[in-house]
């Protein structure tokens, strides 16, 4: 009698399911508690996983609705590497259509911050570029060059106040989130992804320098949509955190 | 990318080891006594860069490094994912660690990674199976690795040799050595009704490269039967010790881990853990 991985891997991700036959208690009874170790083990692991990536949902939806939400994802979305750093990237998607907590509309974005936080985390390192560089470079070749941001910075834009939602439940003393959509940065100085809340126009910014957008065109974009788009405080903000690894100047077509 | 290192350390000492988790870093700079080797799970440190790699990068220049896998999925029924090996294979080969070894088990199946050593019958075909994985495993590092024997809850009808007959079979036919974790013996002695200090006695002991200790949970099956689980959350029990004092006796020493991944303690209770297994490996006298 034989037991396939298949049945085996079926059985574990489905607790209706029978155990495989062929697998024993030591008195070669069927073994039915022993094969839900197994089960318990594949569970249990994946739920940590998931809750060492979703911290901040984890405390909004409460720990017993995360373990709920979390048992609904993975047999959904099975992980498919090994590797668990990268375990929940369909979690915003899935959160789009979970039912039981659908009416909160601002969770997948959520999601989406605390993923990019992570790949943050286990992101490339890079060596800042020394701020006298883009200070000293006159005007027109600035606007002409493409800022290269570093691998650790990430962009999240959302109709939902997510850096207020952050701030507010994951430090102390932040006051209550402000009911308006916010866009965040996530720059990473050394080794911990810090979260900061884009001025009016910044997230515009970044995103076009994020698509190879030249210097000129990002401020461009960035002031047809805000008039006041306050430059210098954005370009403080992404030296500050080390998150411009370069400046490319040269054929920009 | 990461430029190769040096290798400083060709070899883990006869001596105690922990797995490595980074909240102990500073502990570790501090004072890492008795301990003399760290190992890590190799997953934890595919990513690109980040605090895990310049940690690693760091602890690699004063201590042996072991690198153990969690996610081969040796005993799997497909082919080995070959992602995985490559993204193994550029780990090791920067790194330059000490030894590598892996688990007699399976992980993944289908594409489906389920994050746990699950349990492969002892049959002629999966022997064929394993030794032909080993091998390319072994290949694609370019070096030997070791193989560790697995906790396990239950049997499998159709097998048809006992364990350590069909991990001797495994290192005589593929070369590769074996990681002898003296709690999964006790845990599946426990749960399989059998003698772990036969197992200990039967063991080929020229073969092992390392001993793993660490903590498990006690239940009960259905039956009221005794059903001990592999949790790494705790420390050893004294029946473990026991058998780990028994192993070295028979075996000789042996670089030995503690093993701690959930609940981890603060750095002194490890060191505690690791303590006694120096006890054991250099009595006094």
Redo the contacts between chains.
Sequence with gaps: MSVTQTDFTRAVFDPGQAVPPGLTNPDGAAATKRFDVYRNNVAVSLTEALETAFPLLRKLVGSDNFRRLAGAYLRAHPPTSPLMMHYGQEMPQFLENFGPLRRLGYLPDVARLELALRGSYHAADATPLAPETLQDMPADRLMAARLRLAPAVRLVRSRWPIHGIWRFNMTDDAPKPESRGENVLITRPDFDPAPHLLPPGGGTFVAAVLQGESFGAAYEAAVAQVAEFDLPGLLSLLLGGGAIAGLDEGDQE | MLDARTPRFDRLPDAPGVGYKLQHFAAIQADARPVEWLEIHA??Y?????????QLRHLAERFPISVHG????IG??GRL?P??LA?LSHLVGWLHPASFSEHLA???????????L?PL?YTQATLARVCSHIDEVQDALGRRMLLENPST??????SEMSEVEFLGEIARRTGCGLLLDVNNVFVSAT???TDPYSYIDAFPHAHVGEIHLGGHDEDA???G?P?L?DSHGREVVDPVWALYAHTIAVGGRKPTLIEWDTDVPDWPVLAAEAERAAAVLEPAG
């Design positions: 997953e934890n595919m990513g690109d860069g980040g605090r895990p790699l310049a969690v996610g081969l999925s799997g029924e994912d992602d995985h993204r399976w992980s993944t199946h289908d594409s489906h990674f389920l994050n746990d699950l019958p809850y239950l049997a499998f009808v159709e749960n399989q009704q099956d259905e039956t039967a059903l689980i």
